[in-house]
């Protein structure tokens, strides 16, 4: 029965230390001081044929919405055509491919999650190999920090949060 009661007040013990941990300042509610690294994924938006939007950000919803907003821009159609068709999370080293069938048809292709260029560029020649391609060339590259290294186009960063209206 001790050791029972122990065991109970031990696991109450470790329970209870984050909680603890946390200190009010100035009145203020406490909050953890444990923060998670931000990290950033990549959302593409794509009409066929028409228009493609890209950007990155720390939240699938945020950076989606920002994708569809620049395929609307970019292609002059609804925010129902351009429906965003990838979300890759964390990013990493990303590439945008365009590739065109045999049979006419043309689209983006986007790499993502690789750990450096080398692995990148491996896994482009792979998809650029398939047979029934007429086309198909890098157009951008991003790294793992989200700057793109390679090509022209948007910037696929989010936009600044609008400033509080005092």
């Known amino acids: 029965m001790l050791r029972m009661s122990m065991f109970a007040a031990a696991v109450l013990g470790l329970l209870s230390a984050p909680v603890l941990a946390q200190e009010a300042v100035d009145g203020e509610e406490a909050v953890d001081s444990f923060v998670l690294p931000a990290f950033n994924g990549i959302a593409v938006s794509q009409a066929p044929e028409a228009g493609l939007g890209v950007c990155f950000?720390?939240?699938?919803?945020?950076?989606?919405?920002?994708?569809?907003?620049?395929?609307?821009?970019?292609?002059?159609?609804?925010?129902?055509?351009?429906a965003p068709n990838l979300w890759c999370y964390p990013h990493g080293w990303v590439a945008d491919i365009f590739m065109q069938h045999s049979e006419g048809p043309h689209w983006h292709k986007f790499v993502c999650d690789q750990q450096d260029q080398l692995n990148l560029d491996a896994i482009v020649?792979?998809?650029?190999?398939?047979?029934?391609?007429?086309?198909?060339?890098?157009?951008?590259?991003?790294?793992?920090?989200?700057?793109?290294?390679?090509?022209?186009?948007?910037?696929?960063?989010?936009?600044?949060?609008?400033?509080?209206?005092?």
Request: some cysteine.
């Open 125 to 166: 020649k792979t998809e650029c190999a398939k047979d029934f391609l007429i086309g198909c060339e890098v157009v951008r590259i991003w790294d793992n920090e989200g700057q793109q290294v390679f090509g022209e186009g948007a910037d696929p960063q989010l936009p600044a949060p609008p400033t509080a209206i005092e």
């Open 57 to 82: 950000g720390p939240f699938a919803a945020d950076a989606m919405d920002c994708a569809v907003a620049q395929c609307v821009q970019q292609s002059g159609l609804g925010p129902e055509d351009c």
